[in-house]
Structure formats: C-alpha cells, structure tokens
C-alpha cells in the first residue's frame, strides 16, 4: 500500500515570492508516479506536474517545479513567482505503474494563500 | 488539454430518492474513468475505477448496491447514488485517462446535498 503525506494544512506566502509545498510519500513499488493538483474554490482538480520515479531530471511546468529527492521519498512542489490567482488547495497524489495505468492516491493537501 | 464534462454541477434531492451523476470526455476516449469523493477540507478519496465495457472496480468500504457505476461507452460513465441519505452528501468528482497515459483528466465535480 502508498501512502502519501502532506504535513502543512496551510501556507501563506507574499505575491512574487516563491514557496515549497512539501510531500513525502511511501511505496514498495519500484515504478510509480508522482503528481501535484490544484484545487480552486470551484471545485475542480487542476493536473499541475508529474515526475516518473525513474525520470533522472527533476519536472518543471513553467512556474512550477518539482523537487524529487528519491532517496528520501520527497516529492516538493515550487511554485515561483508566486500570484494571487495561486491560492487554492494544493494535493500531491502517487500511483504505481500497474498495468500500465496510474490510479493515484491523494494527500491530505495543503491550503495555500498569497498575499498581495 | 483533454476536457471532462461532469454533469450537474449541484443536486439536492430528498432523502430515499436516487440521484445519476454523469461524467463525459469530451474530446478523447476514456479507456478508464475514476469516481472520487471529497468530504469538505478534506482529501480525494477514489471508490471506484471503471473500465469501459466492463463492471467497475470498488474500493475497500465503498458499498456497490449504493453507488452503481456504469461505464457504458468511451466517453460516458454514470454515478448513481441510490436511495440517498443525508450522510451521502458529499463532494463527487470524476476523472478519465487514456491508455498508458500519466494524466488524469478531471471533471468540475458535482455538490451532492441530500434532505
């Protein structure tokens, strides 16, 4: 079973400054994913970024980038440059490769608010 | 990117009465699609995965008789909550994937309140 940890309820940070929303999470599996969502006031789940435990280089999405430390089953989302329109629930979300299909399991996510 | 239709986006029904959550790709074919509930400040938590053409696959806890899944086509799978009750009222979103894909497409999610 994975499990996956989110231990900051809540972030606060200043429009344009960066900011680390942490997450840790636990498998057996040898090949799995790793995933960062963002959750508006609305509702909806936004694909943020995906970093593959085999990929050798750390994932980025434009403001955003993900801080994969293996070894230490940490897998921190950045997000720089930090805009109001950002503050939202953030969830960081593992799966293992099975079958060829990910089906990923949430944390218990992290609010973040930027201030002006 | 790929878009998810999820339909209503709020249902309040009575107590006793069954309420059908529809979820629809739009622009690609969804081999699996992904049912989820959300209680408020709280994390996703999955009840189900169906494949298309065949019978959905339930989480641990989660009661099939209650929460009947149907994935009929490539670009339509249904929630039906049946003889809701107020504990039922929750957050319910879904999500589609093609094939080996690593993304998860979502739906808007639907705000189920049961009186």
């Known amino acids: 079973a994975q499990k996956i940890t989110q231990t900051q309820p809540g972030m606060f940070v200043q429009e344009k400054e960066a900011v680390t929303l942490d997450c840790t999470y636990d498998?057996?599996?040898?090949?799995?994913?790793l995933f960062w969502y963002k959750q508006p006031s609305s509702g909806e789940m936004i694909f943020l970024i995906y970093?593959?435990?085999?990929?050798?280089q750390n994932a980025t999405e434009g403001r955003y980038s993900l801080n994969f430390q293996k070894a230490r089953k940490s897998a921190n989302l950045v997000i720089s440059a930090s805009q109001l329109g950002d503050s939202a629930m953030y969830f960081c979300?593992?799966?293992?490769?099975?079958?060829?299909?990910?089906?990923?399991?949430f944390g218990r996510g992290t609010s973040l608010i930027v201030h002006p | 990117g790929a878009v998810v239709s999820q339909h209503p986006s709020r249902v309040i029904c009575k107590s006793g009465t069954s309420v059908k959550i529809e979820c629809r790709s739009l622009?690609?074919?969804?081999?699996?699609m992904f049912w989820y509930r959300q209680f408020p400040k709280q994390s996703l938590m999955l009840m189900a995965t169906?494949?298309?053409?065949?019978?959905?696959?339930?989480e641990q806890g989660v009661e099939k008789d209650k929460f009947l899944i149907n994935h009929a086509s490539l670009t339509l799978s249904t929630l039906t909550v049946t003889s809701a009750h107020p504990e039922d009222s929750s957050f319910y979103i879904c999500?589609?994937?093609?094939?080996?894909?690593?993304?998860?497409?979502f739906g808007q999610g639907t705000r189920l309140t049961v009186v």
């Open positions: 999500s589609a994937s093609v094939g080996r894909s690593t993304e998860a497409f």
């Open positions: 622009d690609f074919q969804a081999t699996t």
């Open positions: 498998t057996s599996d040898p090949s799995y994913g």
């Open positions: 979300a593992m799966s293992p490769r099975s079958g060829g299909s990910y089906i990923p399991t």
């Open positions: 169906s494949n298309e053409g065949s019978k959905a696959t339930y």
């Open positions: 970093q593959g435990s085999y990929d050798q």
